[in-house]
T-cell receptor, first 117, second 109 residues
Framework: GAVVSQHPSWVICKSGTSVKIECRSL??????MFWYRQFPKQSLMLMAT?????????EQGVEKDKFLINHASLTLSTLTVTSAHPEDSSFYIC?????????????FGEGSRLTVL | GQNIDQPTEMTATEGAIVQINCTYQ??????LFWYQQHAGEAPTFLSY??LDGLEEKGRFSSFLSRSKGYSYLLLKELQMKDSASYLC??????????WGAGTKLIIKP
């Protein structure tokens, strides 16, 4: 199956700093990637849809100035958590579908666990 | 509104069979997904149903009834490694996935 790689897997940072998480589709092109956040024992929460070459579409309640998304190429999307605070500590996961298809299997990255001290 | 309902937690015995139910309400429908998620890991794809009926894939099967807005995931010959959360997700008319909260499956020896 298709592979989505996410980096870093774990990150610990001080409050007020910014953290960048990368999501790469290794063996396919992804015009659209999705960013999720998951708190312990809760389901995935879609934060935003990342579109190659254009602005991301953010879900209601997600601050676009705090969670900066850049989808500069067909294989890379980045999520930057700016001025991180302890309440931003969470499991962040990206996903993508091959070939720009709307339906079919969604492949997930390994996830990035962010801890803000 | 859009909603996915599935039980919070289920317990089953190693070697047995378990059925995890999911009911969905979506604006339009483009299919129903099941994903497995082990603690601390990202979800992995199990199945996708868009037509009514049963899809079998090894020890796992998934069923869909569009008229009832209902799906289930059937796990046979349960193994300890099947202990995980199972996420049901419906795809709406905009191809957005609506996620359930997940069913935590506990397998006992």
């Amino acid at each position: 199956g298709a592979v989505v790689s996410q980096h870093p897997s774990w990150v610990i940072c001080k409050s007020g700093t910014s953290v960048k998480i990368e999501c790469r589709s290794l063996d396919f092109q992804a015009t659209t990637m999705f960013w999720y956040r998951q708190f312990p024992k809760q389901s995935l929460m879609l934060m935003a849809t990342s579109n190659e070459g254009s602005k991301a579409t953010y879900e209601q309640g997600v601050e676009k100035d705090k969670f900066l998304i850049n989808h500069a190429s067909l294989t890379l999307s980045t999520l930057t958590v700016t001025s991180a605070h302890p309440e931003d500590s969470s499991f962040y996961i990206c996903s993508a579908r091959p070939g720009g298809r709307d339906t079919g299997e969604l492949f997930f990255g390994e996830g990035s666990r962010l801890t803000v001290l | 509104g859009q909603n996915i309902d599935q039980p919070t937690e289920m317990t089953a015995t190693e070697g047995a069979i378990v059925q995890i139910n999911c009911t969905y309400q979506t604006s339009g429908f483009n299919g129903l997904f099941w994903y497995q998620q082990h603690a601390g890991e990202a979800p992995t794809f199990l199945s996708y149903n868009v037509l009514d009926g049963l899809e079998e894939k090894g020890r796992f099967s998934s069923f869909l009834s569009r008229s009832k807005g209902y799906s289930y995931l059937l796990l046979k010959e349960l193994q300890m490694k099947d202990s995980a959360s199972y996420l049901c997700a419906g795809m709406d008319s905009n191809y957005q996935l609506i996620w359930g909260a997940g069913t935590k499956l506990i397998i006992k020896p």
